[in-house]
């Protein structure tokens, strides 16, 4: 399969008041075309930090990241990031915010009324219609997060990078994104990386799972290939003994290698 | 989908709930008349209105009474103090003095006598002018400020050497360049109005979370998107505080700036009443000030609220 993005010996050093801080050292992975990643880690380890860097919202201070065999120099639609912390801007409405990047992405090649079909599409995909109009205040934090979603899934993105964007949410609706996800991932074929802590989650969507070593100067500690067949049911996988072992492999990882201490 | 579908939904109406009980009611007792359920609903009802005004009543006179209470101890103090006589009037000879000020506060006697409507109108003008000159200059270098480093280096020694001086001071020199009192005014006030509103609107841009300019760029957006979809209305609440503080300092300077250079306006008249003895006039003046600062400045802060979007 074809590598989409390639990860070289990157680092990432910031300058703090108290010094050089080696948030990420010696990253080397190739994320291949149409795979689903899930980057896992305890919270501070530097998973954010990777997907900024694959997005092109910072550089890495060493090393080299590919996409299609050139350079990352900076963001760019193709590759769409689901932020964190939703992003939403509060002056518009989930529509208006929508629209601005189905405006960016199709504006000069597609017709007013076709912009409009995709932005009431991509809302409708998480099941958002009735709340066109109102603003992120008037909006639950969970369905701040599915417009989040929206506005990603709505460019059409060759390559997805979403933040723990399921954190926020219920186990109930978290459950229904995820199966809505990884039907759209399926349909478009897109790539995808998702940051996650929850073991489940990383397991339930992913092709393969890496796992980060505790920061500072976190790096790869391993990588486990999910080989469950798609589609998954999550009913069904409880009691699949593959699951179970994934499952194990990373909270294994997670809770034995790289133990928190208590700070 | 149908677990997140009912999320959005906004739960059912009290009301709803309440008529479904008496639908209840009605099917559960058949024998009871039918009019007796419609007599206890015709009661409730009346009892929830009642109740409904009753709480509104109370918290009106929560609302208004302390500040009534306030005014009568002010008026209370100030009728105390000068019972003796003096040269401060009294409450009653103040309040005849502005019975008769505003029976007419829009005569024209010749250009140094006319009513305090045009005074107070003449002041707000010059206001008006400075203060919207100060905006078109201030507000737009306070964008440039806020995005270029160097500049705000540049500019910063110089405004923090500047800010400081009462812009009274400036006076002298908006009466050497104009050669008139009335461009000399609205200069203060110029001067005094463009600091608040180039420091609050840099801060601004320098405050736009770095969330909604990742956002840009990972679209891409061009310069004239970001400026309208994003910096402007982010830093617009910012904009507004600028605008409410230099608007506030702006009528505190007029009054004195017009008391130095005559004419029309309210700073004149205050003056003119002093130079006539009418101390009356001078303490009416002083309510119509704070009332035109207050109103102003809850104007403002209207608008401000009408765009902060982070708090509501
Ligand atoms: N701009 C920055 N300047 C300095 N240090 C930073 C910066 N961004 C991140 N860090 C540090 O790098 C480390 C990794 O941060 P990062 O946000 O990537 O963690 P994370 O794994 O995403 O955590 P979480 O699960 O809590 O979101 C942290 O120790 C953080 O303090
Ligand atoms: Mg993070």
Redesign the interface.
């Known amino acids: 399969m074809k590598k989409i993005v390639r990860i070289e010996n990157v680092g990432q050093v910031f300058g703090t008041k108290n010094g050089p801080f080696t948030a990420l050292q010696g990253i080397n992975l190739d994320i291949h075309e149409g795979e689903s990643i899930a980057l896992i880690g305890h919270s501070g380890c530097g998973k954010s930090t990777l997907l900024n860097l694959i997005a092109g919202l910072t550089r890495p201070t060493s090393g080299v990241m590919l996409c299609d065999g050139r350079e990352i120099a900076g963001p760019g639609p193709e590759r769409a990031v689901v932020f964190q912390n939703h992003s939403l801007l509060p002056w518009l409405t989930c529509y208006d915010n929508v629209h601005l990047a189905v405006d960016r992405v199709f504006g000069a090649k597609e017709g007013k009324a076709r912009l409009k079909q995709r932005t009431q599409d991509a809302l409708a995909l998480v099941g958002l219609t009735h709340a066109e109009t109102k603003f992120p205040h008037e909006i639950s934090g969970g369905m701040k997060q599915r417009v989040g979603i929206a506005r990603a899934l709505s460019m059409e993105p060759r390559i997805l990078l979403m933040d723990e964007p399921f954190g926020a949410l219920d186990a109930l609706t978290r459950a229904t994104l995820q199966d809505e996800l990884v039907k759209i991932v399926a349909a478009t074929k897109a790539t995808m990386v998702m940051v996650t802590h929850d073991v489940d989650e990383a397991v339930l969507l992913s092709d393969r799972v890496v796992m980060l070593t505790n920061g500072p100067a976190a790096t790869i500690g391993e990588i486990l290939d999910v080989k469950l067949a798609r589609p998954r049911d999550r009913l069904a996988l409880a009691e699949e003994p593959e699951f179970a072992h994934c499952r194990a492999a990373v909270l294994d990882f997670l809770y034995k290698k790289q133990l928190k201490r208590a700070a | ?1 149908s ?3 009912t ?3 906004a739960p059912a109406p009290a009301a709803d709930e309440s008529d479904a009980k008496v639908v209840d009611l009605k099917a559960a007792r058949p024998a009871a008349g039918k009019g007796e359920t419609v007599r206890s609903a015709a009661a409730r009802a009346r009892h929830g209105a009642g109740a409904a005004l009753r709480g509104w009543l109370r918290a009106l006179a929560g609302a208004v009474l302390p500040p009534l209470a306030g005014l009568a101890l002010l008026v209370g103090l100030w009728h105390l103090a000068t019972m003796n006589g003096g040269g401060i009037p009294s409450p009653g000879k103040t309040w005849d003095a502005a019975v008769t000020i505003f029976a007419d506060p829009f005569y024209q006697a010749g250009p140094n006598d006319q009513g305090i409507g045009w005074n107070v109108l003449a002041s707000l003008q010059r206001v008006a002018v400075g203060f919207g000159i100060a905006a078109l200059v201030g507000i737009p270098a306070g964008f440039l400020l806020g995005r270029f480093a160097v500049l705000s280096q540049m500019m910063n020694p110089i405004i923090s050497l500047l800010r400081p001086v009462s812009p009274l001071a400036w006076l002298p020199i908006g009466l050497l360049v104009f050669q008139r009192a009335d461009p000399a005014a609205t200069w203060t006030i110029f001067i005094c109005s463009i600091w608040p509103m180039i420091l609050n609107t840099a801060q601004g841009v320098t405050r736009v979370p770095q ?2 300019l ?2 840009a ?5 061009s310069e004239w ?1 970001v400026f309208t ?2 910096l402007f ?2 830093v617009l609440p910012y904009m507004l505080t600028g605008i409410r503080l230099s608007i506030g300092t702006a009528w505190l300077v007029i009054v004195a700036a017009e008391m130095l250079t005559g004419g029309v306006g309210i700073g004149f008249w205050v003056w003119d009443e002093w130079n006539n003895l009418k101390v009356e006039h001078i303490i009416i003046a002083i309510f119509v000030i704070g009332i035109v600062g207050l109103v102003l400045e809850q104007a403002l802060m209207l608008v401000a609220r009408r765009f902060n ?2 708090n ?1």
């Open positions: 989908m677990a997140t579908a999320m959005g939904v969330d909604y990742n956002v760029r990972v679209l891409n957006l998107k979809k994003i209305p982010a979007y982070e509501r």
